[in-house]
């Protein structure tokens, strides 16, 4: 039911800037803010970014957001092992009386 | 600080109704502000939204399981649970609950730490 597009892989060496992309349409990302998830394995979800670009209180500024039309990124820089983890992607999507929509999920390898 | 905790039965049979509570600690419910909400994530699997409540007893669901589920609240307690009617083998998941719009509407902070249900016989 995922509405929201990412990639399924990234990866990068520690110390490197990873980007995720996430891709959405007029009815999600295109008029909705967008939030961002970090599920480390074996764990539950943890907000890592709100309204598109600000970080909840201890959350590290090596994470970033971004949106532009139907499309939003996060990125991770000053890449650490400890950054291995799934990354999720998600909006409130306008159309069916209102869904929250999550994306694909992008797994985030630390070579 | 805010915590939450799901339980319930970690195993159901098909055609059974799944029940599930989350007990929210370290905060109230009926203090207002924010809404109670559950997801679930398929084993392997991305997030899938269920639905939320508020502590009125005002309620959303996702449109693709809502003639199926019911989330309810009890302040008493400080719990909310979620029922989930007709269950088939599509339905195991982990299930969490989780506080919604600290930061903003669309922002789930924090979340159980989820409890798997299986559908079998």
């Known amino acids: 039911q995922s509405v929201l597009t990412q990639p399924p892989s990234a990866s990068g060496t520690p110390g490197q800037r990873v980007t995720i992309s996430c891709s959405g349409s007029?009815?999600?990302?295109?008029?909705?803010?967008v939030y961002w998830y970090q599920q480390l394995p074996g764990t539950a979800p943890k907000l890592l970014i709100y309204?598109?670009?600000q970080r909840p209180s201890g959350v590290p500024d090596r994470f970033s957001g971004s949106k532009s039309g139907t499309s939003a990124s996060l990125a991770i820089s000053g890449l650490r092992s400890e950054d291995e983890a799934d990354y999720y992607c998600?909006?409130?999507?306008?159309?069916?009386?209102?869904?929250?929509?999550f994306g694909t999920g992008t797994k985030v390898t630390v070579l | 600080q805010v915590q939450l905790q799901e339980s319930g039965p970690g195993l159901v049979k098909p055609s059974q109704t799944l029940s599930l509570t989350c007990t929210v600690s370290?905060?109230?419910?009926?203090?207002?502000?924010?809404?109670w909400s559950w997801i679930r994530q398929h084993p392997g699997k991305g997030l899938e939204w269920i639905g939320y409540?508020?502590?009125?007893?005002?309620?959303y669901y996702n449109p693709s399981l809502k003639s199926r589920v019911t989330i309810s609240v009890d302040t008493s307690k400080n719990q909310f649970s979620l029922k989930l009617s007709s269950v088939t083998a599509a339905d195991t998941a982990v299930y969490y609950c989780?506080?919604?719009?600290?930061?903003?509407?669309?922002?789930?902070?924090?979340w159980g730490q989820g409890t798997l249900v299986t559908v079998s016989s």
């Open positions: 989780a506080r919604v719009g600290y930061y903003g509407s669309g922002s789930y902070n924090p």
């Open positions: 370290g905060g109230s419910i009926s203090s207002g502000g924010y809404y």
């Open positions: 409540i508020y502590y009125s007893g005002s309620t």
């Open positions: 007029s009815s999600n990302i295109g008029s909705n803010y």
């Open positions: 309204r598109n670009n």
């Open positions: 998600a909006a409130w999507d306008d159309s069916l009386s209102g869904l929250y929509v």
